[in-house]
């Protein structure tokens, strides 16, 4: 594997499992730093942003995903 593909690699896994701490943390807040873009995408943050335990579930799967990515990344080098 390449070191750029590694390296996008990592930064996608730190991205999920950062993104997913926010979430866990200040629910409300994550869903509004992501309510930009289209009207259905923006109706979706609205709906997560009034529901933090569901978003704080997506965060919870999104910091398991991202260690899984890193931990099968690992494997692979």
Request: charged content about 20%; overall charge positive.
């Given at each position: 594997m390449s070191l750029a593909s590694r390296r996008w690699k990592?930064?996608?896994?730190?991205?999920?499992?950062?993104d997913g701490v926010m979430a866990v943390v200040r629910p409300q807040n994550a869903a509004l730093a992501w309510k930009h873009g289209p009207a259905p995408?923006?109706?979706f943050m609205?709906?997560?942003?009034?529901?933090p335990l569901l978003t704080r579930t997506i965060g919870t799967l999104q910091?398991?995903?991202g260690i899984w990515w890193?931990?099968?990344?690992?494997?692979e080098d």
């Amino acid at each position: 594997m390449s070191l750029a593909s590694r390296r996008w690699k990592h930064f996608t896994a730190m991205a999920l499992i950062g993104d997913g701490v926010m979430a866990v943390v200040r629910p409300q807040n994550a869903a509004l730093a992501w309510k930009h873009g289209p009207a259905p995408w923006k109706r979706f943050m609205g709906e997560l942003q009034e529901r933090p335990l569901l978003t704080r579930t997506i965060g919870t799967l999104q910091i398991i995903g991202g260690i899984w990515w890193a931990l099968r990344q690992e494997g692979e080098d």
